[in-house]
């Protein structure tokens, strides 16, 4: 599920006969649970737009979907063998990086 930029994933409780659902792109938890997918499609939109209006109200900035920056530790013999790949391809070690991720994800 996704709304505003904000990724939800969702379990049944077979037992409680309910689902419930965690927004998983964010570092702050925001939850939300019904009975039924049309509720909880309805309750997953309303977890995200009350937490940004609880942001609102307190002035503070929402804890956004990821900044697209990441930090990696690599082994340095890895960390040089892509850096020399990159060169021979004439790329950003940066850019290669993308391309190469970019390129596995689409295989999945």
């Given at each position: 599920?996704?709304?505003?930029?904000?990724?939800?994933?969702?379990?049944?409780?077979?037992?409680?006969?309910?689902?419930?659902?965690?927004?998983?792109?964010?570092?702050?938890?925001?939850?939300?649970?019904?009975?039924?997918?049309?509720?909880?499609?309805?309750?997953f939109q309303?977890?995200?737009?009350?937490?940004?209006?609880?942001?609102?109200?307190?002035?503070?900035?929402?804890?956004?979907?990821?900044?697209?920056?990441?930090?990696?530790?690599?082994?340095?013999?890895?960390?040089?063998?892509?850096?020399?790949?990159?060169?021979?391809?004439?790329?950003s070690l940066?850019?290669?990086?993308?391309?190469?991720?970019?390129?596995?994800?689409?295989?999945?």
């Amino acid at each position: 599920m996704e709304y505003k930029g904000y990724v939800g994933t969702v379990q049944f409780d077979e037992e409680a006969e309910i689902f419930h659902g965690e927004v998983i792109n964010m570092r702050d938890v925001v939850t939300f649970q019904a009975d039924t997918v049309e509720g909880l499609k309805k309750e997953f939109q309303a977890s995200i737009d009350d937490y940004l209006d609880f942001c609102s109200e307190r002035g503070e900035e929402p804890d956004k979907p990821f900044s697209g920056k990441l930090t990696l530790r690599l082994d340095p013999d890895l960390h040089r063998s892509i850096y020399i790949r990159s060169k021979k391809e004439n790329k950003s070690l940066n850019n290669w990086i993308i391309e190469a991720l970019g390129r596995e994800t689409r295989a999945q």
